[in-house]
């Protein structure tokens, strides 16, 4: 038994490596999301400019960035929710109005088509879009808003959950 334990050690040294350099090829980069997320990949950067369809408007998009750079407010209020659910929050922006002056729409329109990257579409009266509790909101609690939401979101402080759209690709502004 002594003769083969000198045999023995280096092949079982060589299997010990053959296993080791076969497991460390090239891996592909893990996704930061699950497989039931994946749906959501891209979605964060494609919200980062918003379309405006208006034949009257000076700019067809808004870059998200130079809505942070516009008047900053904070509206104190409560998302309820369709399934009854209340959060209660400080969600900080700039207010709709200014953003869409800012982009060359001027009142005269019935409605805001707010539609959402999945395809989720809200519709915003005149009156409540140039309400002051009407923002573009891009924190939340002093927080940037979670990715999932998108890098802004519609808060409308006086109203339900459904106006409360996120991850917006696009404003169609409805005369």
Request: hydrophobic share 40%; aromatic share 6%.
């Amino acid at each position: 038994m002594r003769r083969y334990v000198p045999l023995v050690l280096p092949l079982l040294l060589a299997v010990c490596m053959l296993v080791a350099v076969c497991g460390c090829g090239e891996k592909e980069e893990a996704s930061p999301f699950l497989e039931s997320e994946k749906r959501l990949e891209g979605m964060y950067e494609e919200c980062m400019t918003i379309e405006i369809d208006d034949p009257l408007g000076e700019r067809p998009e808004i870059d998200v960035e130079d809505i942070k750079t516009m008047e900053k407010v904070d509206v104190e209020t409560v998302l309820v929710r369709s399934n009854g659910m209340e959060k209660p929050g400080v969600w900080t922006g700039t207010p709709l109005s200014g953003v869409l002056q800012s982009h060359g729409v001027e009142g005269g329109f019935t409605e805001i088509r707010m539609e959402a990257w999945d395809g989720y579409v809200a519709k915003i009266p005149y009156e409540m879009a140039m309400r002051p509790d009407t923002i573009m909101a891009w924190e939340e609690d002093g927080a940037p808003l979670p990715q999932e939401e998108g890098p802004v979101r519609l808060v409308v402080g006086s109203e339900d959950g459904f106006y409360w759209i996120h991850r917006i690709t696009r404003m169609e502004i409805v005369r």
